[in-house]
């Protein structure tokens, strides 16, 4: 008989109290699935041990690190299957050389991030913080002070035209927005079917009314937006950034808004997260901020579950997986087995 294909998930999915903090996940598809058994692993610990490792044919990984330490066991381990789509806490080389696959999950993220840069878009553009306040401080007659500004005719410029800024793009065309992306890695002719104009940083900087940072986080990309971009950008303009915090020069963005260079930003990263209590930007008004969260929500929850479950399913079946980060990984003898997708969403 087959042995039982194993699954663990790392033990931070679970809140002191024992519930599965993110909420529904998905789980249901593992409990169903024959010959395959799944748990939470017993460490809680930020590496996941070596001698854990070797307990699974597959991980769900949430925030612990495998590293090279974590592989040296790991001789049934196939898969590591992260649950959202960075992951620098996992030692892919070492993963490549142990055999075992990394996946993340953009079909999970996709959407919700979308979703969470254009509402932090609009609740600056229609100033929903300023007028929150208003009414709860008695200034309802100050209202004509702050006047919203309508996204329609506006051009909303994407820095990076990846998973997430296509998905920008094609959620926000019923604003009737002038739509730019600055993406050297873009392919023109689907930027062009979607409407949206490529040009290079400086341009999107100065055109847009809105900018949203959606690039990766590289070497290339750290502090891309810099006090030299920050002040090509229109008095009026807003800069939203929910990529990741470091692709911004936050001190320089803190003094364009503290000099009211430009209208304002919303950030949901930072360089450094938290920031730090007497961080500059905390002070500020015309600053929107979330704790890089904007974009949880149950869609999130459910699609980084099901994205990362499907992998597992497809591994224990003997399929290549989606969304595969090192797929050179395949030619270690040990996933040799695997066969390819015949369908690949
Ligand atoms: N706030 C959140 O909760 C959250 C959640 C998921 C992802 N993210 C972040 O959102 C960003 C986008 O994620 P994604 O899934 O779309 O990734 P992706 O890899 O699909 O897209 C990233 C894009 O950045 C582009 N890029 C690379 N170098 C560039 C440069 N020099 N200038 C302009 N563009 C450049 C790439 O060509 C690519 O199109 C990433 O930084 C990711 O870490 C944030």
Request: proline letters at 6%; hydrophobic letters at 45%; aromatic letters at 4%.
């Amino acid at each position: 008989m087959a042995e039982t294909f194993r699954v663990g998930l790392t033990r931070d999915f679970l809140t002191a109290e024992g519930r599965i903090g993110w909420g529904e996940i998905g789980l249901e598809a593992l409990t169903s699935a024959r010959g395959l058994s799944w748990d939470f692993i017993d460490a809680d610990e930020p590496e996941v041990p070596a001698r854990v490792a070797a307990a699974y044919d597959a991980l769900i990984v949430l925030a612990p690190t495998v590293s090279a330490a974590t592989l040296q066991e790991a001789d049934r381990l196939r898969l590591v299957a992260r649950f959202g789509v960075g992951y620098d806490n996992v030692d892919v080389p070492s993963c490549t050389d142990a055999g075992v696959l990394l996946t993340i999950t953009p079909d999970g993220v996709r959407r919700p991030v979308a979703v969470a840069a254009l509402t932090m878009m609009l609740a600056l553009m229609h100033r929903v913080r300023d007028k929150d306040l208003l009414v709860r401080t008695g200034r309802w007659h100050d209202k004509l002070d702050y006047q919203g500004t309508s996204p329609r005719g506006r051009v909303l410029g994407l820095l990076g035209w990846g998973n997430i800024g296509r998905e920008i793009s094609s959620i926000s065309a019923p604003l009737g927005m002038r739509q730019l992306a600055a993406d050297p890695y873009a392919d023109p002719a689907a930027a062009a079917a979607a409407g949206v104009g490529l040009c290079d940083v400086d341009r999107l900087f100065s055109e847009a009314d809105v900018i949203v940072v959606t690039c990766a986080l590289t070497a290339e990309t750290h502090h891309l937006v810099d006090a030299e971009r920050l002040a090509r950008m229109k008095p009026t303009a807003y800069l939203v950034n929910i990529a990741r915090g470091p692709i911004v020069d936050q001190k320089a963005l803190t003094a364009a808004l503290a000099e009211r260079r430009i209208a304002g930003a919303a950030l949901d990263v930072f360089e450094s997260e938290p920031p730090a209590e007497d961080d500059g930007l905390l002070g500020l008004d015309n600053v929107l901020l979330a704790p890089h969260a904007a974009a949880w929500t149950d869609e999130l929850a459910l699609g980084n579950g099901t994205s990362a479950i499907r992998a597992v399913l497809d591994v224990a079946a003997g399929r290549v997986p989606a969304h595969v980060v090192n797929p050179e990984a395949l030619n270690h003898p040990k996933l040799s087995p695997l066969k390819s997708r015949s369908i690949d969403e």
